[in-house]
């Protein structure tokens, strides 16, 4: 339980933050416009099984717990070392390398949860869309951690506030858009689709569209698993190698 | 290479310690030994290297080469036993700008594994006369105190070595004489302190022992009287201008 203290002090710096609103807002201002835009422009015009607002609602749901996810949690992790100065306090502290990491991903990923319910909450509001099913829930549980410990390592890897738009640029944007959080991803040309397939919001999203436990959900929860996984471990390895001059 | 034989038996030993960062050179060869229980001065102009040197020693950064060795455990490795045995001041300061003073020191003190720790924050804050500040946030107070926080949150975990980076450095004389009367009160307490400084009237007021540190090379290792002697100088400053301008020549 070594990684309790650091998830505290996360925890308690989060909850200073949340009374700011431009914190707030900022992770779930793109979720909220997309779905209320789309849902509302295109709802009644696309045809997906299941209809297209509750599939646009799960897409958002995904895209929101991954935003908060990896963004806050780098940001976070990235200020705390260029901006406050404040990481080598972590660093020096007699917790051991994987309690820190899982501390600061376990925090991100309550974090993310936390967007995730106020997507939801809006979607069940404005359009009435139906709790979500438990390969759904394991889903979006594995993907706040995934894409929060995602977070802890590149904020421990980059070199300046700068190199973090290079991983949302090439990274998080282009999964927003071809994981099938608008649209599904049978709709995409087959080699682009075969790729975007191995992408974790891909399997984010193939969960949260599940009804049940078929193959295709299994085999999403173990790839999920397995990318949750080597995030972690890299997360681990970061701060294993971790210096500050 | 200069090396202080020290009256006890060391807390901190570095020995032949070089480090470059993006092609520079920043420390060359440095060896010193600090006795256990004793008050060290690291004194250098700025970009001397003193405060490459106190992260190196707190196993915040590797050397290119030698060996670092803090309480008999190896610097390099920085296993939870050593973690555990140092605190360190930083230049900055490393209050948590989210948390009060006392949520900074209770979060702190967690980290540690210290038992009751908001009984050991209210010990903390009455040793170190912050009790009236301990439902702020960093920001609503003086620089002087938040270095005083810092230095309180370090020691009340109680480890061996306190490593303070230019611990009263940006602050007004009455500041000042107060920090250097925490070093005391914290060397009164048995612990092995390793200060870095540019003041030459705090390293001999602290410090039993000062080290002369200038573009990385560590020039001497000896008291402040043994200082004045050995450059045949009146003053630390005049000795460390004559131990420069030596070097420069040698």
């Given at each position: 339980?070594?990684?309790?203290?650091?998830?505290?002090?996360?925890?308690?710096?989060?909850?200073?933050?949340?009374?700011?609103?431009?914190?707030?807002?900022?992770?779930?201002?793109?979720?909220?416009?997309?779905?209320?835009?789309?849902?509302?422009?295109?709802?009644?015009?696309?045809?997906?099984?299941?209809?297209?607002?509750?599939?646009?609602?799960?897409?958002?749901?995904?895209?929101?717990?991954?935003?908060n996810?990896?963004?806050?949690?780098?940001?976070?992790?990235?200020?705390?070392?260029?901006?406050?100065?404040?990481?080598?306090?972590?660093?020096?502290?007699?917790?051991?390398?994987?309690?820190?990491?899982?501390?600061?991903?376990?925090?991100?990923?309550?974090r993310a949860l936390f967007a995730g319910a106020a997507i939801f909450l809006a979607a069940w509001l404005f359009f009435d869309v139906q709790l979500l099913s438990l390969p759904g829930l394991l889903g979006?549980?594995?993907?706040?951690?995934?894409?929060a410990a995602f977070g802890v390592a590149v904020g421990l890897s980059i070199r300046g506030q700068e190199q973090f738009s290079v991983i949302i640029n090439f990274f998080i944007t282009p999964m927003t858009f071809f994981c099938g959080s608008f649209f599904p991803i049978a709709n995409l040309p087959s080699a682009v689709g075969k790729v975007v397939s191995l992408l974790p919001l891909a399997q984010t999203n193939a969960l949260l569209q599940a009804d049940g436990w078929d193959g295709g959900a299994v085999a999403a929860l173990i790839l999920l698993a397995v990318l949750t996984a080597l995030a972690f471990a890299w997360g681990v390895v970061r701060m294993k190698r971790y210096q500050e001059f | 290479?200069?090396?202080?034989?020290?009256?006890?038996?060391?807390?901190?030993?570095?020995?032949?310690?070089?480090?470059?960062?993006?092609?520079?050179?920043?420390?060359?060869?440095?060896?010193?030994?600090?006795?256990?229980?004793?008050?060290?001065?690291?004194?250098?102009?700025?970009?001397?290297?003193?405060t490459t040197l106190i992260r190196l020693i707190a196993g915040l950064a590797w050397p290119d080469a030698g060996r670092i060795r803090v309480a008999g455990e190896d610097a390099s490795r920085r296993s939870v036993a050593f973690r555990r045995r140092i605190g360190l001041v930083p230049q900055?300061?490393?209050?948590?700008?989210?948390?009060?003073?006392?949520?900074?020191?209770?979060?702190?003190?967690?980290?540690?594994?210290?038992?009751?720790?908001?009984?050991?924050?209210?010990?903390?804050?009455?040793?170190?006369?912050?009790?009236?500040?301990?439902?702020?946030?960093?920001?609503?107070i003086s620089g002087g105190m938040r270095r005083r926080a810092v230095i309180a949150r370090a020691a009340m975990t109680d480890p061996d070595v306190l490593l303070l980076d230019e611990p009263s450095v940006g602050l007004d004389p009455d500041l000042r004489q107060e920090i250097w009367a925490l070093v005391r009160t914290l060397q009164r307490a048995g612990k092995t302190i390793l200060?870095?400084?540019?003041?030459?009237?705090?390293?001999?007021?602290?410090?039993?022992?000062?080290?002369?540190?200038?573009?990385?090379?560590?020039?001497?290792?000896?008291t402040a009287d043994g200082i004045?002697?050995?450059?045949?100088?009146?003053?630390?400053?005049?000795?460390?201008?004559?131990?420069?301008?030596?070097?420069?020549e040698a």
């Open positions: 339980m070594s990684f309790l203290p650091v998830f505290q002090r996360e925890m308690a710096m989060l909850v200073h933050r949340i009374g700011g609103l431009g914190y707030l807002f900022s992770g779930l201002l793109f979720p909220m416009i997309y779905l209320l835009a789309f849902g509302w422009g295109l709802g009644s015009r696309v045809e997906v099984a299941g209809g297209y607002v509750a599939y646009l609602a799960k897409g958002m749901l995904a895209i929101a717990v991954m935003m996810g990896f963004q806050q949690t780098a940001i976070s992790v990235s200020a705390a070392r260029f901006y406050f100065r404040t990481f080598s306090v972590l660093r020096m502290s007699p917790v051991s390398d994987f309690g820190i990491v899982f501390g600061i991903a376990l925090a991100g990923a309550v979006i549980v594995l993907t706040a951690f995934c894409f | 290479m200069i090396v202080c034989a020290g009256e006890g038996p060391p807390a901190i030993e570095v020995q032949g310690v070089d480090c470059s960062r993006k092609g520079k050179q920043i420390l060359k060869d440095v060896t010193l030994t600090v006795p256990k229980g004793t008050v060290f001065g690291l004194l250098g102009p700025n970009g001397a290297g003193k900055e300061n490393t209050l948590e700008s989210e948390l009060t003073v006392g949520g900074s020191l209770l979060a702190y003190a967690r980290l540690y594994g210290v038992a009751h720790p908001k009984v050991r924050v209210r010990e903390a804050a009455r040793k170190y006369h912050l009790t009236g500040f301990l439902a702020r946030r960093p920001e609503e200060l870095t400084t540019h003041y030459m009237e705090e390293a001999e007021t602290l410090c039993g022992r000062i080290a002369f540190l200038r573009e990385g090379r560590l020039l001497l290792v000896d004045r002697r050995r450059a045949g100088a009146d003053s630390l400053e005049q000795a460390f201008l004559r131990l420069s301008r030596e070097e420069e």
